[in-house]
């Protein structure tokens, strides 16, 4: 059986005691060596930057998102006592032993096309995940119309309570008995590092209230995962790299809008009666009851009968503040994901 090289986990794990415990364990490398007791000791060099996996089937330069993860795996280094090297490594399958030596996979679902899982890659991911890898599928939930086409479910972070059908019949074949379970609001990985949502009063008025108490609320997000062993192992989220990557200049590459849902007086009853001619979808909440979206154009939901009975309009917003905001929010879920792998 192959193992996991512990040492990649034991250099992540000497980051976590902070800023104090390095200071203890480890001399700046220009000092000269200590002396206690008029004896010299050698130095102590502090460990090499975690590498981490991404997985991509096929042609790597097509991948989702390119400039994402390296750009979220800088800002780690700067923000946290973490250190990653800043370009990940590329597999095209987990039948790649390269796993049992690296403990965090990133995938975008969009980058593997047929999730069946061969018998090998089963056994190896039943191994690695036992022995306390940990793997993020990007793009891993998302509601029924956006999976007509994966490219979808690039471009919302509309989300369900439960992973795409596809992942979950690819971990049942390696977990018969696991599933995957939605992370409550109160989940410790939502305050692994940062915790609540960055300072809001840069947004518009018009958004603001539906972000910080519905869309966001504490700085939670929609997200499910596996436990094995006690601890998420397989962490599946809506899109969130579309909000990591900058380029060479530090410019972000993507430009993010922000969808709310409105209401107003009389609109439960003009809507009820209102002709469409898209389609009509069930979303799944997080209390286990149902939305009913109504799209008028493919993979773009115009509004929403919700459990209560009420309706209400999906609206879209653009602004310069409202892509930072949204930039700075998937920045610090994403150092949050990071830090919860590598201390638990």
Not at 10 to 21: D, E, N, P, Q, T
Not at 187 to 205: K, Q
Request: glycine share 6%; charged share 25%; with cysteine.
């Amino acid at each position: 059986m192959e193992q996991i090289d512990k040492t990649y986990l034991k250099r992540g794990l000497y980051r976590m005691f902070g800023i104090v415990a390095i200071a203890v364990l480890f001399l700046p490398a220009s000092s000269p060596a200590a002396e206690t007791n008029g004896e010299k000791q050698a130095d102590i060099s502090p460990p090499e930057p975690i590498a981490v996996l991404r997985m991509v089937e096929g042609k790597p330069v097509q991948r989702q998102y390119p400039q994402a993860l390296p750009s979220l795996l800088k800002t780690a280094n700067k923000q946290t006592t973490l250190r990653f090297k800043q370009q990940p490594r590329l597999i095209s399958s987990f039948e790649d032993s390269q796993i049992f030596k690296h403990p965090f996979i990133y995938v975008n679902y969009a980058d593997r096309e047929d999730w069946s899982l061969s018998s090998k890659e089963q056994d190896n991911l039943r191994n690695y995940l036992e022995q306390g890898g940990f793997i993020l599928i990007d793009a891993g939930i998302n509601a029924e119309f956006l999976r007509e086409k994966t490219a979808y479910g690039q471009h919302h972070s509309f989300g369900e309570w439960r992973a795409c059908p596809t992942i979950q019949e690819a971990f049942k074949s390696v977990f018969p008995d696991k599933s995957f379970r939605p992370l409550d609001r109160s989940h410790e990985l939502y305050r692994t590092f940062y915790s609540g949502l960055p300072d809001a009063s840069t947004l518009p008025d018009s958004v603001r209230e539906y972000v910080v108490n519905e869309k966001w609320p504490d700085g939670t997000y929609s997200a499910v995962g596996l436990r094995v062993n006690g601890r998420i192992a397989v962490l599946a989220t809506p899109i969130v790299a579309m909000g990591w990557g900058k380029d060479s200049m530090g410019n972000w590459v993507t430009r993010i809008s922000f969808r709310i849902r409105e209401g107003e007086e009389g609109l439960s009853e003009k809507l009820e009666e209102a002709a469409y001619t898209g389609r009509r979808y069930e979303t799944l909440r997080r209390d286990g009851r149902k939305d009913t979206i109504y799209c008028q154009d493919e993979a773009l939901p115009a509004w929403v009968q919700e459990p209560d009975g009420e309706w209400r309009v999906f609206r879209y917003y653009q602004s310069r503040a409202i892509s930072e905001y949204a930039h700075r929010f998937y920045t610090r879920l994403g150092v949050n994901i990071l830090m919860y792998a590598f201390t638990h």
